[in-house]
Nanobody, 116 residues
C-alpha cells in the first residue's frame, strides 16, 4: 500500500502562485510515477501533470508553461508549482500513485480557489 497526502492548497488571487505537495509513504517502490489531477466544479477530473521516478515530466496543454512538477526523492514528495493562476484553475487537486499505467493509489485532495 502507498499513502499519499496532499497539502498547499488555498485561496489565491488571479496571477498568483501556489505550491502543492504530495507526500508519499508506504510501499513506494511499487509505483513508478506520480500524477496530479484537477477536478473543477461540475467538470470531469483532468490529468494535468505527471512525473516518473526517472524524471520524465508531462503536462496538459492547459497548464504548460505555468505549472512545474518536480520531486524530492529524499523526502518522497512530489511538488506542483503553479504560477500565473487563473480562475479556471480552481478545483480540487489530487495526486495519484501510478503503477505502470494504472493510478492505483489516491490522496484525499486539496482545494485550490483562484479569485478574479
Amino acid at each position: 500500500q502507498v499513502q499519499l497526502v496532499e497539502s498547499g492548497g488555498g485561496l489565491v488571487q488571479e496571477g498568483g502562485s501556489l505550491r502543492l505537495s504530495c507526500a508519499a509513504s508506504g510501499s513506494i517502490f511499487s509505483i513508478n510515477a506520480i500524477a496530479w489531477y484537477r477536478q473543477a466544479p461540475g467538470k470531469q477530473r483532468e490529468l494535468i501533470a505527471t512525473i516518473t521516478f526517472g524524471g520524465i515530466r508531462t503536462y496538459a496543454n492547459s497548464v504548460k508553461g505555468r505549472f512545474t512538477i518536480s520531486r524530492d526523492n529524499a523526502k518522497n514528495t512530489v511538488y506542483l508549482q503553479m504560477n500565473s493562476l487563473k480562475p479556471e484553475d480552481t478545483g480540487v487537486y489530487t495526486c495519484a500513485g501510478r503503477r505502470f499505467t494504472t493510478d492505483a493509489y489516491w490522496g484525499q485532495g486539496t482545494q485550490v480557489t483562484v479569485s478574479s
